[in-house]
């Protein structure tokens, strides 16, 4: 290919650059508008209005199962097991057998203090006539008055071996009682850490078996002191009230994750702050019908803390977090013109969080479509499904995001 020549004329030059110029300017304004197309409107974007609802607040709390009754078996006296007289883990009454403890030697003891105690009778009746001889015979001066004072001495003395001898044999007889190991309550036995011919002693720091009352069962909880201060101001403020008259209803979440089928109450709540964990302690009482509820077990309990009559919650998608790390929304205002808000939104509340300011029922939040347009942007709204926002769902835990 011959080169091109040079272009040594200005002239030449001016003319061929404005030529090129027209060439760009024409490319540019065919590509952004091709020729009977509309210039591009306001972008769509689906929207939500946020509404002002009542609302039963509850925390999710961690805790365990606790028998109402617990009571330990041990022997009162010692001696041989001749015998255990229930069945492992079932229902007993309060004073049915559960063990016979060998009774000989109790019962020789039974009969020797029997046997003292007729001794005692016996020489009461012995000097009682005698001493009444000696007072006659004091009156008309024919003994001696000291020889009188030895006779009723004697016949006090008398009297008060028979009440010692009546107390031996009633501690006799209970000892042979004890031989009898009777449950002290009714419920639930478990299972025996003797066998028929063991050894056992009075008092001896091993317990027999024990038996439990489960029906109905408490459940210990635990919540962290600055919840339960953030609920009491709330409750002081008027922000909420209270859920119910008395207790409040608790519901349980069990191991595997189903729930509980009957609603318990909250009892009590501790007056005292755990140190080391930074906690209160509560306690709720479930009736237990099927024994269904085993002592010890792990569980989540959903506690009704209050109603609060006005909250507004916003869907978490149409929450998302600036650089700072606070809770920020899309909110199309007046003209339809997008404006950014900074939230204080609480816990969540199924699919939304409970906003505590930065947005009012009525105003419409982005929740579709936010990353097409940008604050000041004029858009057009669509409503969306708001099922997550006119029905709200029991509140979560007490675990908040922040401001």
């Known amino acids: 290919m011959p080169p091109l020549p040079a272009l040594r004329h200005p002239a030449m030059l001016t003319a061929l650059t404005a030529a090129l110029s027209v060439a760009l300017l024409a490319g540019c304004n065919s590509s952004a508008a ?3 197309m509309p210039p591009a409107g306001p972008a769509e974007v689906g929207v939500v209005t946020l509404q002002a609802k009542p609302l039963t607040l509850t925390s999710e709390l961690p805790g365990r199962t606790v028998s109402t009754v617990v009571a330990e078996v041990r022997p009162q006296v010692g001696g041989i097991i001749r015998e255990r007289l229930f069945t492992e883990g079932a229902e007993v009454k309060a004073g049915q057998l559960l063990y016979r403890i060998d009774p000989a030697t109790y019962q020789a003891s039974v009969d020797s203090a029997r046997a003292a105690l007729a001794k005692a009778r016996a020489n009461v009746e012995t000097l009682r006539p005698k001493a009444a001889r000696y007072k006659e015979l004091a009156g008309i001066k024919a003994v001696a008055q000291q020889d009188t004072d030895d006779a009723l001495a004697a016949l006090l003395q008398a009297e008060a071996d028979v009440a010692s001898a009546r107390a031996a044999l009633d501690s006799a007889t209970i000892n042979l009682a004890y031989t009898r190991v009777t449950a002290p309550v009714s419920g639930r036995i478990g ?3 003797i066998t028929p011919g063991a050894l056992v002693t009075a008092g001896q720091a091993a317990a027999l078996a024990t038996v439990q009352q489960v029906d109905p069962i408490y459940v210990d909880l635990t919540q962290s002191s600055a919840d339960a201060l953030r609920l009491r101001r709330a409750f002081e403020v008027g922000q909420i009230r209270q859920a ?6 608790v519901t349980l979440i ?8 009957r609603e318990g109450r909250l009892q009590f709540t501790d007056i005292t702050v755990n140190e080391g964990t930074g906690t209160v302690a509560l306690r709720a009482v479930f009736p237990n019908p099927k024994g269904d509820l085993l002592p010890g077990m792990y569980v989540r ?3 009704d803390e209050g109603v609060t009559d006005s909250a507004v919650l916003v869907p978490q998608r149409g929450v998302s977090r600036n650089v700072k790390g606070e809770a920020t ?6 003209g339809n013109k997008v404006e950014q808000r900074v939230l204080s939104v609480g816990r ?7 906003v505590n300011d930065g947005l009012a029922a009525g105003e419409k939040v982005i929740v579709e479509g936010s990353q097409k347009v940008r604050p000041d942007a004029v858009v057009t709204p669509v409503p969306v499904d708001d099922k997550v926002v006119a029905s709200p769902a029991p509140a979560a835990a007490n675990t908040r995001p922040g401001a």
Do not use: I
């Not at 119910?244 to 209803?249: D, E, I, L, S, V």
């Not at 069990?254 to 089928?261: T, V």
């Open 348 to 354: 969540p509340v199924g699919e939304s969080w409970l």
């Open 244 to 249: 119910g008259r008395n207790q409040a209803a």
């Open 34 to 36: 091709p020729a009977g």
């Open 301 to 303: 309990a959903l506690l």
């Open 329 to 334: 929304a899309l909110v199309v205002g007046a």
């Open 254 to 261: 069990l191991e595997d994750g189903s729930r509980y089928a």
């Open 191 to 193: 299972k025996s850490s």
